[in-house]
């Protein structure tokens, strides 16, 4: 015999075997009907069809978003990079400090006091209450005696209280307004939500 009809008379090779079964093992992953492990390819198709089968129902990330629990509370910080502002305006003070005489120390006070107000104001936001606080003090109050928000001219966000207070929210600004909603148990509404 020759070489080709050898090889037309062997029935299948194992390549030959894989190539029907790559498109069975795809339509199993895509069939939403079966039941499969997490990870499988064809999982993210379903959430996407379940997408596009009904855009009035939101995002499947937004479904899962509202089931998950709240947390105890939301920290709204300034920035910790800002502390590198700080190292930076130590090492300018260092050429005066070290060379006008004792005194001079005293301007390492300067990046100190500013280390200080970024670790320390804060705003921290729960269920039930919020409390800021601030390099001197800070307050604390319940969600029910909040009216309304409004914009510092600062970035900062001002919560309006029944009493006619303002108390300053520091480093909450209009961006966190949805995480706020959240966090506020509906009695703020989240202003990219509401149309």
Do not use: H
Not at 33 to 48: I, L, M, V, W
């Amino acid at each position: 015999m020759s070489q080709t009809q050898q090889d037309a008379e062997q029935p299948e090779t194992p390549e030959r075997a894989e190539t029907p079964e790559r498109p069975e093992r795809s339509e199993q992953a895509e069939t939403p009907g079966q039941a499969g492990t997490p990870g499988q390819a064809g999982a993210p198709e379903q959430a996407d069809s379940a997408e596009d089968a009904d855009p009035a129902a939101g995002t499947t990330a937004q479904a899962t978003a509202e089931e998950r629990p709240l947390p105890s509370s939301l920290a709204f910080r300034i920035n910790p990079v800002s502390l590198l502002a700080v190292l930076a305006i130590a090492a300018c003070a260092t050429p005066l400090a070290t060379t006008a005489g004792p005194w001079a120390l005293l301007v390492y006070l300067i990046p100190l006091a500013i280390a200080v107000w970024i670790l320390r104001t804060r705003t921290t936001v729960g269920p039930d209450e919020v409390r800021t606080r601030t390099v001197f003090g800070g307050k604390r109050f319940t969600w029910d005696e909040v009216v309304s928000l409004r914009l510092d001219e600062k970035r900062w966000l001002k919560a309006v209280l029944r009493s006619g207070d303002e108390v300053v929210l520091p480093a909450i600004r209009v961006r966190d307004l949805p995480r706020l909603a959240v966090m506020s148990g509906g009695r703020l509404t989240d202003p990219a939500t509401a149309e």
